[in-house]
């Protein structure tokens, strides 16, 4: 691990002139990626720069109904927050979903969103990874990726984000709060994470050196009857294979309001937009949630490894929805 400094910021306005004057420099919140790619070789900043003590630690209900969370919000509190398991539950199940009860209690909300992958190409340094070095390869497209990404890869990378909870904050349309050097900023998250492409390198739309704060997640009526499912190897803590958010309004047997994010398909969280389409003002039945999982399935492009998640991705769809409209399971072997 290379030597590095650290410094405590007071305020925000100080931790962010700290990293401008410190291009190598790192925010430092719960360091529960950012510590294991520092032992890895993957990230090797000059300065850490600890935020844990600004003031960006509450979880504030917005005058329109809406709630603010703030970018040191552990994942342990973001999880027990009664009003985030009123109003979100399915961001709540995901938090949950999502680590081991210790590093819920040091990871951040701001973190979380800045995962990077963990493909095992990535993290060992003596293989190539476009993602560290841009034109070294991907060498998971002919080796090992049978968790690797199903929609949105290209042939510079094909690794999935890691975050359970980003795929919640997608399904209910979150956004990012940062501050910069010239003021603060936002973004809505269906914007945050950047496609792949040619340049997989480049993961976020964050401006350099800016400093999330927090996200904001509006009202959603719809939200309140949601649920998160998780596919894994392992029942202990693991990394998803696929991964579903889903929040459904049903009103008469006809669907007013739909969410639908999945997770561990893509390099990004992937809002279903297609499925939503279809499903908003039709039946809630298993055949239009099967129907509709098939259409945004269909752009699915699988590796002869991983094409078992486009199944998995489908019939986990099914199974929330069918859950969520109160309909029988009809899905064998499908997790509730």
């Known amino acids: 691990m290379r ?32 510590v294991d790619l520092m032992k ?29 969370i703030g970018a040191t919000v552990t994942n342990s509190d973001l999880a027990a927050h009664p009003e985030v398991r009123r109003r979100y539950p399915a961001l709540a199940q995901a938090v949950l979903a999502g680590a081991s009860g210790q590093l819920r209690n040091m990871a951040t909300v701001g973190g979380n969103l800045l995962q990077r992958t963990r493909c095992g190409y ?5 293989k190539p990874c476009n993602k560290r070095v841009p034109g070294s390869g991907c060498p998971a497209i002919a080796g090992e990726h049978h968790n690797h990404a199903i929609l949105g890869a290209s042939g510079h ?31 809505p998250l269906a914007e945050f994470y950047l496609p792949v492409g040619d340049s997989p390198h480049l993961e976020t739309a964050l401006p350099p ?16 009857m949601s649920r998160y499912r998780k596919v894994r190897e392992r029942a202990s803590y693991a990394f998803a294979l696929g991964s579903v958010a889903a929040a459904l309004d049903v009103h008469d047997g006809v669907v007013r309001d739909v969410r639908l994010a999945l997770g561990a398909v893509a390099s990004r969280p992937w809002r279903a937009r297609e499925a939503e389409r279809m499903l908003t003002g039709g039946p809630a039945s298993a055949e239009a949630f099967a ?27 099914v199974a929330v929805l069918s859950e969520l409209a109160d309909l029988p399971d009809t899905t064998e072997g499908t997790p509730r």
């Open 3 to 34: 030597e590095f400094g650290y410094q405590r910021a007071s305020d925000v306005p100080g931790a962010v002139a700290l990293l401008g004057a410190e291009p190598e420099a790192r925010y430092l919140g719960g360091g529960t990626n950012l």
């Open 40 to 68: 890895a070789g993957v990230e090797r900043p000059g300065l850490l720069i600890d935020i844990r003590e600004l003031p960006l630690d509450r979880i504030e209900t917005t005058e329109d109904g809406g709630l603010r």
């Open 122 to 126: 990535f993290t060992d340094m003596s």
């Open 157 to 187: 990378c094909v690794a999935v984000h890691p975050s359970d909870m980003a795929v919640a904050l997608a399904a209910f349309d979150a956004v990012v709060t940062y501050e910069t050097a010239d003021g603060a900023g936002e973004l």
């Open 209 to 224: 050196g800016a400093l999330i704060t927090g996200l904001t997640l509006p009202p959603a009526p719809a939200a309140a």
């Open 291 to 317: 129907a509709a999982a098939d259409a945004e399935l269909a752009a699915a492009e699988a590796l002869p490894g991983n094409a078992y998640k486009v199944t998995l991705i489908r019939n986990l769809a």
